[in-house]
């Protein structure tokens, strides 16, 4: 059984940073595409980033430069290091696994966790 657990959401002001984590279990991270994807409220799920089992990362424009994506294959846990937070990024935010390639939609992916809140204020 596939399980994927985020924490490290919450609150924080503007320009603040948060870690997410995701610690998977009957999965070997380092050979799944891993990612996080979120979800405002009345908006589109959205694709924030990505690492293929290549080791290769991709994120979506508007968090480049300010979220990194990473992987302990040790701990089995997939990270997300968020600077700099805006208040666009207030989101349900997922942790996410796929086999490879990883998956170009934001809702054709095989397992997902039960998502940890981002809140961010002025």
């Known amino acids: 059984q596939v399980q994927l657990v985020e924490s490290g959401g919450g609150s924080v002001q503007s320009g603040g940073s948060l870690r997410l984590s995701c610690v998977a279990s009957g999965i070997t991270i380092s050979t799944y595409c891993m990612g996080w994807l979120r979800q405002a409220p009345g908006k589109e799920r959205e694709r924030v980033a990505v690492i293929d089992s290549d080791r290769s990362t991709s994120y979506v424009d508007s968090v480049k430069g300010r979220f990194t994506i990473s992987q302990d294959n040790a701990k089995n846990t997939l990270y997300l290091q968020m600077n700099s937070l805006k208040i666009e990024d207030t989101a349900m935010y997922y942790c996410?696994?796929?086999?490879?390639?990883?998956?170009?939609?934001?809702?054709?992916?095989?397992?997902w966790g039960q998502g940890t809140q981002v809140s961010v204020s002025s």
């Open positions: 996410a696994a796929d086999r490879p390639p990883c998956p170009g939609g934001t809702r054709n992916w095989d397992y």
